[in-house]
């Protein structure tokens, strides 16, 4: 699985993952910062192009996005949100274990939305 995380996560978890095995990149450092400030539909769809799965704090304006591009054909590489309530974007153990539990689970995240889950 190889994974793009929003700004809203520290790079410190993609560092993290990194060091686990996993190709994950902060959207912060992926091609140079030059999709930072993009929208997300932009994002969406350069990450569906290069296989990577979004991973997201932003649980409000990404599901009705994805059902807009289902409903017009389009596709993406998939999407994990994390929900505020489950977890702090400072909480880089936390979230290491959940992505790391995910991996393996599902075979292809091609239009996939997910909420991340704390492993208990």
């Known amino acids: 699985m190889r994974l793009l995380l929003d700004v809203h996560l520290p790079r410190a978890l993609a560092e993290a993952l990194r060091r686990r095995g996993t190709d994950a990149v ?10 930072r ?12 192009e290069e ?6 704090c932003d649980c409000h304006t990404i599901p009705p996005l994805v059902q807009q591009l289902a409903s017009t054909g389009q596709h ?3 999407v994990i949100l994390v929900a505020s309530r489950s ?7 936390g979230l290491l ?7 393996g689970q ?6 996939e ?5 704390r492993v208990p």
């Open 106 to 111: 599902v075979d292809n995240w091609e239009d």
């Open 113 to 117: 939305l997910v909420f991340l889950k």
């Open 26 to 35: 902060a959207l912060a450092e992926w091609e140079g910062g030059r999709y």
């Open 87 to 93: 977890f702090r974007p400072t909480d880089v153990g």
């Open 76 to 78: 993406h590489a998939g």
């Open 37 to 48: 400030s993009a929208p997300d539909i932009v994002v969406l769809a350069r990450a569906y």
């Open 97 to 103: 274990e959940a992505l790391c539990g995910l991996t």
């Open 51 to 56: 296989g990577r799965v979004l991973v997201s």
